[in-house]
């Protein structure tokens, strides 16, 4: 094979990769796949929770709480496509609200605002609301110490 | 020959590690004189589906001839096999020793991917 029918090749392959994630997580999804957002660690966090799920992949998600608001979310994952974006889009749903209404939020939530999602890989969604909730814990346990302290 | 060796660590002495399009370095080895180098693969450790294209395609480019990795997805076999770079699976242990085992003909190539594409 030459280096140009290798090329081809590769080209043809990622392609079919596309529209296979095209019809895994529909529009949406595959546009957050492509260009991912709320993505990566956030020096000035003040809420931080780090949770393994069974399946092996670890989602970090980071909050930035003023005011009694999520101002900023960001995640990061050692994990695949689903974890990332299970994680974007949670993020994205942390911010806007009260630190204590990020506990309403559950893995369906998730689901529900990228529409479409493998049903084997669902758990990723719960993983990622369970990571929310421990970075809105430890949020919470540390103004709870200040205000003691005080 | 050059051979690639997925590993945690950028030299002879870092485990394998496991995972093809994610793992932290790849470490190409030249078998004669045992001169490496260690490429960094952390931008794909993050990246989404198509990471295993990716990572077998920089093998390919690199001029290895086979890749000694734990696992192996199906679109980073053929990327592989279109590239021409052999596959050997399921190697654990030390870079430098996966490579010794390769000099000494202790390795079974692979006909297939051994782990499922997911996303």
């Known amino acids: 094979m030459t280096n140009e029918e290798f090329d081809a090749y590769v080209d043809n392959l990622q392609a079919e990769v596309f529209s296979e994630a095209k019809t895994a997580y529909g529009e949406k999804g595959f546009q957050r796949w492509r260009n991912p957002r709320y993505h990566g ?25 003023e005011d ?12 695949c496509t689903s974890s990332g974006l299970c994680g ?5 749903l942390a911010i806007g609200r009260d630190p204590e209404a990020l506990f309403d ?3 369906e ?12 890989e669902q758990h990723c969604a719960h993983l990622a609301i369970a990571t929310l909730h421990e970075a809105a814990n430890s949020f919470l346990v540390q103004k709870k110490t200040n205000t003691i302290h005080k | ?39 960094d693969n952390s931008k794909n450790v993050q990246a989404f589906k198509g990471a295993g294209i990716q990572a077998a395609t920089m093998v390919s480019n690199r001029g290895a001839a086979v890749l000694l ?4 997805g199906p679109n980073a076999f053929k990327t592989l096999n279109a590239g021409g770079v052999k596959v050997v699976n399921d190697v654990s242990g030390t ?9 000494n003909g202790e390795v079974t190539y692979s006909e297939e991917a051994n782990v499922e594409g997911h996303w």
Do not use: H, Q, W
């Open chain 1, 109 to 120: 939530d998730v689901l529900d605002f990228i529409g479409t999602f493998p049903e084997k």
């Open chain 2, 69 to 72: 990795t734990g696992y192996c």
């Open chain 1, 88 to 92: 974007s889009f949670a993020a994205e």
């Open chain 2, 95 to 103: 870079v430098r020793g996966v490579v010794e085992d390769f000099k």
């Open chain 1, 68 to 79: 009694n608001c999520v101002c900023d979310a960001s995640y990061t994952t050692t994990g």
């Open chain 2, 1 to 39: 020959m050059k051979i690639a060796v997925t590993a945690m660590g950028p030299n002879l002495d870092a485990e394998v590690d496991p995972r093809f399009g994610r793992a932290a370095y790849v470490v190409i080895v030249d078998t004669e004189t045992m001169e490496f180098e260690a490429v």
């Open chain 1, 41 to 65: 660690r956030m020096m000035d966090a003040n809420g931080y929770g780090t949770v393994t799920g069974v399946c092996g992949d670890t989602i970090e998600m980071f909050l930035k709480i």
């Open chain 1, 105 to 107: 939020l559950k893995g």
